[in-house]
C-alpha cells in the first residue's frame, strides 16, 4: 500500500485500489442480481469471504466505491453477523465496517486538507472523493 502515501499522509483509495485490496485478500467479488441490497458480503464456515455487487443498481462510481468499500470492510475486520443476531451486534458489525471504508475512500488528514483548501460543502467534498453524500456525512 505504500502507492497509497504521499508525504507521509494517506490518499483517498482509487475503485481500481478497492479491487485489488480484494484480490490481494483473496476476496472474490462477483456481479449477483441484488435488487433489495445493490451489495452483500459473506465469508464462508472456511475463512472465504465473498462480495456480490448488483452493477445494475448502482448508478455512479461513487455507489460502487461505497458498496464496494463497505463490503470489504465486513471482509478485512471479519464484521460478520447472521439474520438471527441481535439488533446492537448487527450495528457494531455495520460500523466497523464503514470505519474501515472511510478510512479507505475519505482518510481523515485528506478530509482535513480539503476542507482548509476552501472544500466545505458536502456535496463538493462528495464529488472530491468521488463518494455519496450520505457516505460522507456518515464518514
Given at each position: 500500500?505504500?502507492?497509497?502515501?504521499?508525504?507521509?499522509r494517506r490518499k483517498?483509495?482509487?475503485?481500481?485500489?478497492?479491487?485489488?485490496?480484494?484480490?490481494?485478500?483473496?476476496?472474490?467479488?462477483l456481479c449477483y442480481d441484488l435488487p433489495e441490497t445493490c451489495s452483500v458480503s459473506v465469508m464462508t464456515a472456511s475463512g472465504?469471504?465473498?462480495?456480490g455487487i448488483d452493477p445494475m443498481q448502482l448508478e455512479t462510481e461513487a455507489e460502487e466505491r461505497v458498496h464496494l468499500a463497505h463490503e470489504l470492510g465486513h471482509c478485512v475486520t471479519g464484521s460478520?453477523?447472521?439474520t438471527y443476531s441481535a439488533?446492537?451486534?448487527?450495528?457494531?458489525?455495520?460500523?466497523?465496517?464503514?470505519?474501515?471504508?472511510a478510512a479507505w475512500l475519505v482518510p481523515v488528514e485528506e478530509l482535513k486538507s480539503a476542507i482548509r483548501s476552501g472544500i466545505t460543502e458536502i456535496w463538493s467534498l462528495?464529488?472530491?472523493?468521488?463518494?455519496?453524500?450520505?457516505?460522507l456525512r456518515n464518514a
Open positions: 500500500m505504500q502507492n497509497m502515501l504521499k508525504q507521509g483517498k483509495t482509487r475503485t481500481s485500489e478497492l479491487y485489488e485490496i480484494a484480490a490481494n485478500s483473496g476476496t472474490s467479488v472465504q469471504c465473498f462480495v460478520f453477523y447472521n439488533a446492537d451486534i448487527r450495528k457494531k458489525h455495520e460500523i466497523r465496517a464503514d470505519r474501515r471504508a462528495a464529488e472530491y472523493f468521488d463518494v455519496t453524500e450520505d457516505f
